[in-house]
């Protein structure tokens, strides 16, 4: 029998090759979440998993509610489908709003100031708002935060960590909007942990525990013991050849403890400062970094590329178009 690269199995795994669903929450259900604290990237992550939807088709699913961005893995906004945020940020928020814990201190928000700003601001979140908007509340009842300081920023992240609010949809210009949430249901620790373990495998598989755990933000021990009661997925059929575009922050440059690309280009593609460029990806390996300038895309190699690829690169730039476009 033959095997699979792994790279390429871990593409098929994500929904970057093979048969692509039609729906946000379907793409974003296989990988559990996409990192969202970019959201044009938000957008472009979705578009590399699926097949034929807009940006404004993932708009409007983040604007039904099919699925939201909230806090979740490492403590990072993310995108999850609707029925996967509760017991996710329940599993993790706790966890990592405890970990910033000294870093909303150094910001003046000490426990008691932390509880009563995120209930402040859950109520004021019983419809959309913004930051500004919820500074201003806040300011209100006597909670005075500079917005030019992190302080609003690292309230709202324990707020939603601690499950009394999530991303609500942007305004017309991206401008991002918090809603109530309304709290966070209870959870067996490790069987939701075996659950996080079996579905990161479902949608990036192979991979290990040490993955997993750069992953999800949760420490090693954790990871290697939801690990051994997950069952791995059975190894998918090759796909053939696959190049795919994706953009800034992807799942699949992320959800790995190392980057599918040669030693001497990693710093081409991670820039710094936990900075993840755009990538062309074949069979699963990345061969160049792309950026968007003026509505033109340039792909700039790591070296020579591999032949025969022009046309599938060709189709990915015009698919981007489409997507922007609708």
Request: glycine share 10%; no cysteine.
């Amino acid at each position: 029998m033959t095997t699979v690269n792994p790279l390429v199995a871990r593409t098929v795994a994500q929904g970057l090759a093979g048969r692509r669903p039609a729906s946000t929450a379907d793409a974003v259900r296989r990988v559990v979440a996409l990192q969202a604290q970019d959201v044009r990237a938000n957008r472009l992550a979705v578009r590399a998993r699926t097949d034929g939807l807009t940006r404004a088709d993932v708009d409007s699913a983040v604007t039904s509610g099919e699925v939201v961005r909230t806090w979740a893995m490492r403590g990072t906004l993310h995108l999850l489908a609707a029925e996967d945020v509760g017991w996710i940020v329940a599993l993790l928020g706790p966890r990592f709003a405890h970990g910033l814990r000294g870093r909303r201190s150094r910001l003046g928000l000490d426990d008691d100031l932390s509880t009563r700003g995120a209930e402040l601001i859950a109520d004021a979140a019983a419809t959309p708002r913004t930051r500004a908007e919820l500074v201003e509340t806040l300011r209100a009842e006597g909670i005075d935060l500079d917005p030019r300081t992190q302080a609003p920023a690292h309230l709202i992240a324990y707020a939603a960590m601690t499950g009394l609010i999530r991303r609500g949809p942007d305004r017309s210009d991206d401008e991002p909007t918090y809603v109530r949430f309304g709290g966070l249901p209870a959870v067996d620790e490790q069987r939701a942990l075996t659950r996080l373990a079996e579905r990161y495998l479902a949608g990036h598989a192979p991979a290990t525990a040490e993955d997993f755990a750069t992953w999800s933000g949760l420490p090693l021990g954790k990871a290697r013991a939801a690990f051994k009661d997950a069952e791995e997925p059975p190894e998918p059929a090759d796909p053939g050849r696959t190049v795919r575009l994706v953009g800034h922050f992807d799942a699949y440059l992320l959800g790995y403890r190392e980057r599918p690309v040669p030693a001497e280009h990693t710093r081409k593609l991670q820039a710094g400062g936990g900075f993840i460029m755009p990538a062309v990806l074949v069979d699963g390996r990345a061969v160049a970094t792309w950026r968007r300038t003026r509505g033109e895309i340039d792909v700039e190699p790591f070296g020579k590329l591999p032949k025969g690829i022009g046309d599938a690169v060709e189709a990915e730039i015009v698919d981007i178009a489409r997507f922007l476009e609708g």
